[in-house]
C-alpha cells in the first residue's frame, strides 16, 4: 500500500492590487495518492451438480478448487474491462474424483488493484468581525479510474459431463458448461466526484 499527501500554498498577491489578491491569493493546493496492489483471490469449484460432497468427495463443497490449466495467465486480457480472471485458467475437465491432489492452490491469483488520486483547492477568507471562513473545492478520484471489487471467485457449473452415465460409476469429469459470470467484478468503488462546501469557523 502507497499513501502520499502534498499541500501547496499559493503567493498572497498583496503587492499585485486587492482584487487580483482577493481573487488568485491565498489559495492551497492539496492532493492525495493512494495505490494498494490486489488482496489474493482463491477460486472454488462450488456446487457441483449431481454430488452433494464435492467433486473431491470431502463432504465440504464450499472450499473444494477447480483445476489450474498451465500455461494460462489467472487474469483476463482483453474484452469487458469487468472481467477480471481468465475463465480458461480454471476448469474441471480432468478432475478425478475423489481426489483433492490436484486442486488450484489457495491465493492463486491477484485480485484487483486500486488507485486514487483527490485534489482540493481551498482559502481562508474573512467574513466579518469574528466569522471566518473556508472555500472548498474538492475532487474524488480525479482519473475516474474504475477501481473493481467483489470478483465472483465461485465456479458454480451449470453442468458438469463425467467418463460414465452414472456418477457412482465415474471416475473424472469430461466435460464442463460455467456460467459467463465467473471471475468478473460484480461492483466498482465511487466514480469521480466534485464536491464545493464552505465551513465557517466563530471566533
Known sequence: MLNSSLVW?????DNKGRMLSALLGGWSLGGVLSYATGVPLTIYTGTIPGIDGGLAGTGYAANQRPIRVAGQSCHAHGGRKEQWLNPRAYTLVGYQLGSTNQMASRG???GPDFFQVDLMFYKNV????RINGQLRFEVFNVTNRDNFIFVDTTMDPISVTFDANTVDQATRVVGEE????????TATRDPRQVQVG???FFD
Open 126 to 129: 474573512r467574513f466579518a468581525n
Open 198 to 200: 464552505i465551513k465557517l
Open 108 to 110: 492463486d491469483c491477484e
Open 178 to 185: 460455467i456460467p459467463l459470470n465467473f471471475g468478473q467484478a
Open 9 to 13: 500554498h499559493a503567493p498572497d498577491f
